[in-house]
């Protein structure tokens, strides 16, 4: 080690982290300018630790601690919580519960009198290329009347509910006209693939093969009578409010300290506000209330509530 | 039984324990209030960027998943505050510290360091304490939030350097430099030590 290389080290000789500690002792013992340099840092380290210190000041500590307990979601004891959901989850959960009755009983009446649940398993068995399957599905639909008794009832229900009404549809119109024979090659061909895929289709095969493909995503599939009966019911509202209710829950089943945020009290307070439940409603709506953000547009829904 | 740790602490407050919070607060204020008075150079800029960093704390805790230490975090989150005020700053046209004077061309920082009353006439320790602290305001921005780093809250150098970005190398050598040049500022306070 050389005079260099020594005093590169001094500091961490002092730090206690030089590399060689032994060689730097070495060259302080028998080199007076090392040395003169190692006496100057460390005589500079004993005037920096004199640097003062200084507090904050009591204000803002406490306006600190103040800002962190308006963090805190809610004070409950951990146990306490996980035994006790939050009301707005459990309105949730009831919501879900009364929308998946409403929902189902139709589709299974329409399921007895329409294609067999064996027939569509069959049918679902071999996966075909989901985009020829909506290609004949959809020509067999183009001159049916029924596409145009759809109209814009079916097209804004499926935005939210997937594409398991027309694929529905399809199934049940296509069941009464056969794939053109140029089609059926296609879509034979491949399938080739799949050792049990029938050697040819029918329309209602591949287009109920697409509409249980559409039901397995969870999907309610309802027949377009019930669908229809029930958009003119609701509006489509209650569907929407569902939807969002259901995401605040699910949000809430992945984190067990999330919070609705204002936006989503509002929401959960005009649904329950649709819903004609004025006290729930009253109750969510006075939460987004106290929101700065929210607190225009909720006192406008509480304004629109019957009084107490 | 020992203390709990910062990241237990930090955990117990995210959990709904503000008495965790002000431990947290209680253990940290004082080394991160003086790197940032040291940086920001005034009192109540310093106070801003205190309750900056400790919302930045409260409202981010959910963030922290314990891959570094609770105090990277922090000091983190303090520098960054920092630059961005110091840029803010330089935006204004406020004069630096480092820039040289236009009367003297000397910088400002070591003119205020420099030309102070000797040691005798500062029997007062208030006063060395004034001149220290103004030198070490008067170092780099780099040099001075390394030195602030290690002198205030005694971090490793390995944890230094990833708060400031650089090779834990980088940080010593910014170190080095730091003390040469409070060395050279502070010559006149300086009594001889033993090895």
């Known amino acids: 080690m050389n005079c260099d290389e020594c005093k590169e080290q001094l500091f961490e000789l002092i730090e206690r982290e030089a590399v060689d500690p032994g060689g730097v002792r070495a060259i302080l013992a028998r080199c007076p300018d090392c040395r003169a340099a190692f006496d100057e840092m460390k005589a500079a380290l004993a005037v920096a630790g004199q640097l003062p210190i200084e507090e904050p000041s009591a204000a803002v500590d406490a306006a600190v601690v103040r800002a962190a307990s308006e963090r805190l979601p809610r004070v409950v004891p951990l146990r306490k919580r996980r035994l006790q959901p939050p009301p707005w989850a459990m309105a949730a959960i009831a919501l879900l519960a009364v929308g998946v009755g409403v929902w189902s009983i139709p589709r299974e009446v329409q399921l007895e009198g329409d294609v067999g649940s064996a027939d569509l398993k069959s049918a679902a068995a071999p996966v075909v290329a989901e985009q ?75 287009a109920a093969g697409s ?29 929407d409010c569902r939807r969002k209710v259901d995401d605040i829950e699910r949000r809430a089943r992945k984190d067990k300290d999330y919070a609705p945020q204002p936006e989503e009290e509002l929401a959960i307070g005009k649904c329950y506000q649709m819903l004609d439940n004025v006290a729930e409603a009253r109750k969510w709506l006075k939460r987004a209330a106290a929101h700065r953000k929210t607190k225009a547009r909720a006192e406008a829904a509480l304004r629109e509530l019957t009084p107490e | ?37 040291r940086s920001a ?71 205020v360091s420099s030309f102070g009353p000797s040691t005798e006439q500062l029997a007062a320790g208030r006063l060395v304490g004034e001149r220290i602290a103004r030198a070490v305001e008067g170092l780099p921005d780099e040099q001075r939030e390394v030195f602030l780093l290690r002198q205030l809250q005694g971090l490793a150098f390995k944890e230094i350097a990833e708060v400031v970005g650089v090779s834990a190398n980088t940080v010593k050598s910014r170190m080095r430099y730091a003390l040469e040049r409070l060395q050279h500022t502070l010559s006149d306070l300086e009594e001889p030590h033993e090895l």
Request: aromatic share 6%.
């Open chain 2, 41 to 111: 150079r005034d009192r109540g800029r310093a106070e801003e960027l205190y309750q900056d960093v400790w919302m930045k704390v409260v409202e981010r805790c959910d963030e922290f998943r314990g891959d570094a230490k609770f105090s990277t975090w922090l000091y983190t989150i303090a520098r960054n505050l920092c630059i961005d005020h110091q840029r803010k700053m330089k935006f204004r046209g406020h004069a630096s510290l480092d820039a040289p004077q236009p009367s003297s061309g000397q910088p400002l920082g070591e003119r």
């Open chain 2, 1 to 37: 039984m020992s203390d709990p740790g910062d990241e237990a602490l930090l955990a117990a407050y995210r959990e709904g324990d503000l008495a965790a919070f002000e431990m947290l607060l209680g253990r940290y204020r004082g080394p991160i209030f003086n790197f940032l008075l």
């Open chain 1, 211 to 239: 509409a249980e493909e559409t039901r397995s995503y969870g999907a309610a599939s309802e027949p377009l009578a019930a669908q229809k009966q029930q958009q003119d019911d609701d509006g489509g509202a209650t569907a």
């Open chain 1, 132 to 206: 020829e399957l909506d290609e004949v599905a959809a020509e067999a639909l183009d001159d049916s009347a029924a596409l145009a008794e759809l109209g814009e009832v079916a097209s804004e229900r499926t935005a939210h509910l997937g594409r398991a009404p027309r694929t529905e549809a399809r199934a049940k119109r296509a069941s009464s006209k056969p794939v053109p024979a140029k089609r059926r090659s296609r879509l034979a061909a491949g399938k080739k693939e799949d050792a049990q895929a029938p050697a040819s289709l029918s329309a209602a095969d591949v």
